[in-house]
């Protein structure tokens, strides 16, 4: 065999090992589904019916949810994100991967089975909060066409967070060091256009809402499924997610490989 | 197995599983290793003596290809470090006081993950997992998850783990440490029969007993020098230390022999002589006739023959240290 396909064949071992613990260890996928359900349950049940007047015609669609519902869709891949954070420093803590730097297998296939395991967790996150904001009066009027876009722009996301994530797990030398990290891309989309447009916010606030990341990939995901118009906020969108995913991708590259001075065994004598 | 090597197995044409030259290695501004050689002859355990802190796991962590070297010439498994680590990392295996076991997994699901990354096929991964489940006593913890496992369970199915690759040259990183003497023991047995296998152990230690009952050779590591090395016998002679140990009831009875024996050490609390005796039945029988010759009267008597205990004090002692410092 190559050494390509036994880097495929060690990353789908990998996979396989990841997805095992995301099976015996269920909570942090459970996690990550209940802080954009609560959100989304908060803002609709609670603030939404003010929310809705005051949008006026700035929102479109008969409920606040039809406005909010992409929001929570970002909030749930920042979500699965700091699980992933989390999930990376307790495993780069445990000897088994000190084991697997002196194994002749293919290096960042450790790092690719939980990239891989992470996005599908996130979808499958995704597909269940899609499923509650139904639930609770959410009618995009999206074609299949526009799902399918809607779906690659939101995995475009979540790959391009989940690296940004391993390379948090990695450098933070514990869980919570990892947890704190991940609180940046988590709560960033309150102040982008998730929950209010962002013309609506104060001069400095909105030209920061205006010009993070967020916005754009929200509004073209909005747009995608409640039929908004977009401009070139697909463009930004997909240049956000492969700049961040590029970045998250060499610094998390360029960590593992330095990762032995900070394993456990290596402080010891 | 205290002997010095039998030459038939140093004499291969390699016959090295580890050869360094002027291995160093520090963090930031603290030496860590301070120009280390060691040969490791193929089909023999070696063990790396130290104290806590001596750069025992440094050592094994730079051999097995974890952190990189400072300075020196290494070659593992006559491989080059430096150059040819991916090939290393196919002939070696590596056991931790850190067990590198994946809790989350149970036994079995931990032994097939390694015949996966050794890409055997799912037939001859699942029989050599079953193979070696049965070899290390863990078929019936098979199938629990590892955080359920005991110490001894837990270290068994590392080194099964390690053993599933065939390695050549094995480094037990202080293999027994926080084991039960039963389980110790157990491991010094894998042990011994690996290296009637073939296989190379490169042993670290702080357990002196364990150094004495599997090394063929053993090199004594403080502060990041090799203080001191050789066969378990060859250190003991080195070291000066043999005595008579006398025991009395009172203190006149104590006295009495200190006048009569001259050279002797008098711990008055304990009521204790030490004599220096090397042990032998002659140098015995001396003592025992000049104390009855003057009618000492003393309860007990134990010989005190050097063990690795004095060789390591001696070498790695705080008087020692002293000197390193000045």
Not at chain 2, 273 to 279: A, E, K, R
Not at chain 2, 289 to 306: G, K, N, S
Request: charged share 20%; proline share 5%; with cysteine.
């Amino acid at each position: 065999m190559s050494a390509l396909s036994y880097a495929i064949r060690d990353s789908v071992t990998m996979l396989r090992r990841d997805f095992r613990h995301s099976l015996r260890y269920p909570a942090m996928t459970i996690g990550g589904i209940g802080v954009p359900v609560v959100f989304l349950l908060l803002f609709v049940g609670v603030f939404g019916h003010t929310l809705r007047a005051g949008l006026g015609a700035a929102a479109s669609g008969a409920s606040y949810v039809d406005y909010l519902a992409p929001g929570i869709l970002v909030m749930t891949a920042g979500a699965a994100a700091a699980a992933t954070a989390i999930n990376v420093c307790i495993d780069m803590n445990e000897g088994i991967v000190a084991r697997f730097r002196t194994m002749a297998i293919s290096r960042a296939s450790v790092l690719t089975g939980q990239v891989v395991g992470s996005l599908i967790r996130t979808l499958v996150s995704a597909a269940l909060v899609i499923a509650v904001a139904f639930a609770v009066g959410f009618r995009p009027t999206a074609t299949a066409v526009q799902w399918v876009a809607a779906a690659g722009l939101f995995a475009m996301l979540t790959l391009a967070l989940t690296w940004l994530a391993v390379a948090f797990g990695l450098v933070a030398k514990t869980p919570a060091g990892a947890n704190s990290m991940s609180l940046i891309p988590e709560f960033l989309p309150f102040i982008s256009s998730a929950f209010v447009p962002a013309d609506t916010m104060p001069a400095g606030v909105r030209w920061f809402a205006e010009n993070q990341p967020f916005t754009p990939i929200i509004e073209t995901l909005r747009g995608l499924l409640m039929g908004t118009p977009i401009g070139n906020n697909a463009l930004l969108a997909v240049a956000w997610c492969v700049g961040i995913a590029a970045v998250g991708y060499l610094w998390a590259r360029m960590q593992y490989d330095r990762l032995p001075a900070r394993v456990p065994r290596a402080v010891t004598a | 197995m205290n002997d010095p090597l039998p030459t038939s197995l140093v004499t291969e044409p390699t016959g090295l599983a580890v050869k360094t030259r002027g291995l160093r290695k520090s963090f930031g501004t603290k030496t860590v290793l301070d120009g280390i050689d060691l040969n490791v002859p193929e089909g023999t355990i070696f063990a790396l003596l130290g104290p806590n802190g001596a750069g025992k796991t440094t050592m094994v962590q730079i051999l097995s290809t974890l952190l990189r070297l400072d300075a020196g010439e290494v070659s593992v498994a006559g491989l080059d470090l430096r150059r040819e680590a991916s090939a290393i990392r196919a002939v070696i295996g590596v056991t931790g006081q850190f067990s590198a076991v994946d809790n989350l997994l149970t036994g079995e699901e931990n032994l097939i993950l390694m015949a996966d990354l050794h890409h055997l096929d799912r037939r001859a991964g699942r029989r050599r997992a079953a193979e070696l489940l049965d070899r290390f006593d863990l078929v019936e913890a098979a199938r629990q998850t590892v955080a359920t496992y005991s110490g001894g369970m837990r270290r068994r199915l590392d080194l099964a783990m390690t053993l599933l690759g065939d390695p050549r040259l094995i480094f037990l990183d202080e293999p027994t440490t926080g084991l039960d003497p039963r389980s110790r023991r157990t491991m010094w047995q894998i042990a011994r029969d690996l290296v009637a296998g073939g296989v190379t152990i490169f042993l670290t230690t702080q357990n002196l007993e364990e150094a004495d009952q599997l090394a063929d050779y053993i090199a004594v590591l403080d502060r990041g020098r090799i203080v001191a090395d050789g066969t378990p016998n060859e250190l003991k002679r080195r070291i000066p230390g043999g005595h008579v140990q006398l025991h009395f009831r009172n203190v006149q009875g104590l006295d009495t022999a200190l006048t009569r024996l001259g050279e002797a050490s008098r711990d008055g609390d304990a009521l204790t002589l030490q004599v220096p005796n090397d042990g032998t039945p002659k140098s015995l029988k001396g003592l025992l006739d000049q104390l009855d010759q003057h009618a000492v009267d003393v309860e007990r008597l134990t010989v005190h023959t050097p063990d690795l205990d004095d060789v390591f004090f001696a070498l790695t002692g705080p008087q020692h240290r002293k000197e390193f410092a000045s």
